[in-house]
């Protein structure tokens, strides 16, 4: 039922958000040339993906994670999507493929060997990694491996319907700040 309503609300996000896609990208043009950010994931059963995202930094900024870039990598535009999180819109589309779910452990980098080590203890990577999900609308990122993990196996565990809509609309609502960035 939760790939059902991933493939709806992917679809119908896409069609509408379209316009917005249009203009992010734009406005991204004259922020850093460069407006889309491609970035290799790990996703199910530790499979690679291509993440795609609008870009938030600088085109030069080191591909780690978001805890250890500098806040001075991110661009004007870039602070204005994060705070909204527009930035993420884009997922829709590794939601539609497959790649992705709507609600999931946020996909690490595989550089990320702690975090890694940490969510296969748990048994993370059986599920499609999300675009949103308890993690991320209680603050908790990839900064803290272990306790990521176990709030990463704790969610698939408890994942209902209920929980599916109540992390959609938390994080629609802007609870939680997102990754955090290192001053």
Same mark, same amino acid.
Request: net charge positive.
């Given at each position: $039922? @939760?790939?059902?309503?991933? @493939?709806? !609300?992917?679809?119908?996000?896409?069609?509408?958000?379209?316009?917005?896609? @249009?203009? @992010?990208?734009?406005?991204?043009l004259f922020d850093t040339g460069s407006p889309? !950010? $491609?970035?290799?994931?790990? &996703?199910?059963?530790?499979?690679?993906?291509?993440?795609?995202?609008? *870009?938030? $930094?600088?085109?030069?900024?080191?591909?780690?994670?978001?805890?250890?870039?500098?806040?001075?990598?991110?661009?004007?535009?870039?602070? !204005? +999507?994060?705070?909204?999180?527009?930035? /993420?819109?884009?997922?829709?589309?590794?939601?539609?493929?497959?790649?992705?779910?709507?609600?999931?452990?946020?996909?690490?980098?595989?550089?990320?060997?702690? +975090?890694?080590?940490?969510?296969?203890?748990?048994?993370?990577?059986?599920? *499609?990694?999300?675009?949103?999900? /308890?993690?991320?609308?209680?603050?908790?990122?990839m900064s803290t491996p272990e306790l990521l993990?176990?709030?990463?196996?704790?969610?698939?565990? /408890?994942?209902?319907?209920?929980?599916? !809509?109540?992390?959609?609309?938390?994080?629609?609502?802007?609870?939680?700040? &997102?990754?955090?960035?290192?001053?």
């Amino acid at each position: $039922m @939760i790939r059902l309503l991933d @493939i709806i !609300f992917a679809f119908f996000g896409l069609i509408f958000a379209f316009p917005i896609f @249009i203009v @992010i990208y734009i406005i991204g043009l004259f922020d850093t040339g460069s407006p889309v !950010f $491609m970035q290799e994931r790990v &996703g199910r059963n530790k499979k690679p993906f291509t993440l795609i995202k609008f *870009r938030t $930094m600088s085109v030069d900024t080191k591909s780690v994670a978001s805890h250890l870039a500098s806040s001075a990598s991110i661009t004007n535009l870039g602070g !204005f +999507l994060r705070k909204t999180k527009i930035d /993420e819109l884009p997922q829709l589309w590794n939601v539609l493929k497959g790649e992705m779910s709507l609600v999931g452990p946020r996909p690490g980098l595989f550089n990320q060997e702690d +975090l890694t080590t940490a969510r296969d203890a748990h048994g993370v990577y059986s599920v *499609r990694p999300g675009i949103t999900g /308890e993690g991320q609308v209680n603050d908790i990122d990839m900064s803290t491996p272990e306790l990521l993990a176990e709030v990463d196996a704790k969610m698939i565990r /408890e994942l209902n319907l209920k929980n599916y !809509f109540k992390f959609i609309l938390q994080t629609v609502t802007g609870k939680g700040s &997102g990754d955090r960035i290192k001053g």
